[in-house]
């Protein structure tokens, strides 16, 4: 690391940093070990720089990509992701990346350079606003025009991703800020102290005891909150004392394992048929670190019309914003569910389980793996393979589409942070790149990309990333030919005009070759375990192309603005399987 000191007369020895070094040594204070990210002409200063700090830099082929890694990053982790991009483009490239973290909460510190502070405003060569575009997508953004900024806007980056509801950050740093030198002291690392959670309303704490203790047909829904919270162990606690059934929401998945006798499954709009009646004939929702959106509700103004709501939220403006609430705990989710156990008693509801068994049915007892293929290879059936392959032990990132929901359905999570996945935004592309971000987090933990090849089209050059930095991901390429989940919204509701869904792929496996990594096609299904246990065996990264069914539609399907539990159920007799809930 290169320091540079002077020193005066009757004058302590002082310490000379150019910007570019108060980026990467605020980044080294701050406990950041990897960034990603794209070099270019206003950020290269503080590239020079990097050269002379302990930060691995991970080189995408494309920023959206570095902001993706970074959320994958953060999101397997727990820490914060540190994408880097320089002005212009780079920065712009950015946008995607950071609008899916915000909606997810997910801690992003995004750092791009600027054109000169002299000639902001002029538009000179790739210079824009990029502070304007990103206010409604970040928590706090900043503009560093002088080196003396630098420092604090960065702790101030990572304060605020990490504090209270987390999200991203971005600080956007001229390039002659980055080049100046000032004397600065030493700072000593920043190991912020987690911030002291609020007492929780005693009176609100007191109504929903109450209505607890009068609920006889009570479920808890189980969101990202979960995860963030850490109350892994509390929701447990509180579910199995209370004996109250839990759903998931898609982010909430692996908060709560999916072995449970009390985990019901997915909620919402692909949800299992089960938990989205047993929740429009609860008498109580709990909801817990979840926000009501639109795929987990259907109708909001038919939703749970049974139900008293209790809200456990961080978020403030979270409560009451879609659905209307009897009780509102704002604070920290595990230190809720800490104050509701340390008063909530025994309560038995085996009743209202064996209630939720019998409207379950026979779905629950269909097992996908032994069930014929005809001739036929169904993403259903290639998901549960993997997942009784890999015993359910993997990190699974996923693209967004009928895919997703079919990971969500048949590859079943039994600890936090193994799915990642776009939920808010939809982020197709999304998966690959946060797979290698999740790799990076966790390198002894097996990684698989599950997507479609729609949304793997979109991120495909990471490959090049994958081969030049040789990190072992397994891709899943569920190739069907179609941008799915639109397609079969085209054939359900426009009399299958399939306006351009139908969607051409390269060979992968081929393309896997051509970057130096391997590659198979698989189009039976009695391909599908080896090429599994081959892609799980070698080193490098691997991408499987499944030519699976082509118009194969995920069920159930709740469609926009119906009610809940008015679900699209798949024909029967059927090949396949509606729950991943089966005994393989």
Request: proline residues 5%; hydrophobic residues 45%; aromatic residues 6%.
């Amino acid at each position: 690391m290169a320091f540079f000191f002077e020193r005066g007369a009757g004058m302590e020895e002082l310490m000379i940093r150019t910007g570019a070094q108060l980026i990467w040594e605020s980044l080294v204070r701050n406990h950041a070990t990897i960034v990603f990210g794209y070099p270019g002409g206003a950020i290269l200063p503080a590239y020079d720089a990097l050269l002379d700090y302990p930060i691995r830099h991970v080189l995408v082929r494309h920023e959206q990509s570095a902001a993706h890694m970074a959320d994958g990053y953060a999101r397997a982790s727990g820490r914060v992701g540190v994408a880097v991009a320089t002005s212009g483009p780079g920065a712009t490239n950015l946008v995607t990346g950071i609008a899916t973290a915000m909606l997810d909460s997910s801690p992003l510190v995004c750092i791009t350079g600027q054109v000169g502070s002299h000639v902001l405003g002029s538009d000179a060569f790739q210079e824009i606003d990029i502070v304007g575009i990103t206010i409604p997508i970040t928590k706090y953004n900043r503009l560093v025009t002088r080196a003396e900024d630098i420092s604090a806007a960065i702790d101030d980056a990572f304060r605020v991703a990490t504090s209270g509801r987390p999200g991203p950050v971005l600080i956007d740093i001229t390039k002659d800020a980055q080049q100046a030198s000032i004397d600065c002291g030493e700072r000593e690392p920043v190991n912020p102290a987690p911030p002291a959670s609020a007492p929780i309303d005693a009176d609100a704490l007191e109504r929903a005891l109450t209505l607890i203790r009068q609920a006889e047909r009570p479920v808890i829904l189980a969101g990202r909150g979960v995860l963030l919270s850490g109350a892994y162990d509390q929701l447990s606690e509180f579910a199995e004392q209370t004996s109250t059934p839990v759903a998931m929401t898609l982010l909430g998945i692996g908060g709560f394992a999916a072995s449970h006798p009390l985990n019901l499954g997915m909620m919402g709009m692909h949800g299992e048929a089960w938990v989205n009646q047993a929740i429009q004939q609860a008498d109580l929702l709990l909801a817990f670190g979840m926000r009501f959106d639109d795929r987990v509700t259907g109708d909001p103004r038919r939703y749970a019309p049974l139900a008293r709501k209790i809200h456990a939220e961080l978020d403030r403006t979270e409560i009451n914003k879609i659905i209307p609430v009897d009780v509102a705990l704002v604070g920290d989710l595990a230190a809720t569910l800490e104050q509701l156990l340390d008063r909530v008693p025994a309560i038995d509801h085996s009743k209202w389980l064996s209630h939720i068994r019998e409207l379950k049915g026979d779905a629950s007892v269909k097992d996908i793996q032994h069930m014929p293929d005809g001739g036929h290879l169904y993403a259903a059936h290639v998901i549960h393979d993997i997942y009784r392959i890999t015993q359910g032990c993997a990190i699974v990132a996923t693209d967004v589409g009928q895919h997703q929901m079919w990971e969500a359905q048949y590859y079943r999570h039994e600890t936090p942070r193994s799915l990642i996945t776009s939920g808010g935004l939809g982020t197709m592309g999304f998966g690959f790149p946060a797979a290698l971000g999740a790799k990076f987090a966790r390198p002894e933990s097996e990684v698989w990309a599950i997507v479609g090849d729609g949304g793997f089209q979109m991120t495909q050059a990471e490959l090049a990333t994958a081969a030049q930095e040789r990190v072992k991901v397994n891709i899943a390429v569920i190739n069907n030919g179609y941008l799915g989940m639109v397609r079969q919204w085209q054939e359900f509701f426009y009399r299958r005009r399939y306006s351009a869904t139908p969607i051409s792929s390269p060979d992968y496996s081929l393309l896997a070759r051509a970057h130096g990594l391997k590659g198979v096609r698989i189009d039976k299904r009695s391909e599908v375990e080896p090429a599994v246990r081959y892609a799980r065996d070698v080193k490098e990264t691997v991408v499987l192309d499944f030519r699976v069914e082509q118009e194969d539609s995920v069920f159930p399907m709740v469609p926009a603005g119906a009610a809940l539990d008015a679900m699209i159920r798949r024909e029967t007799p059927s090949v396949l399987a509606e729950s991943a809930l089966d005994p393989g």
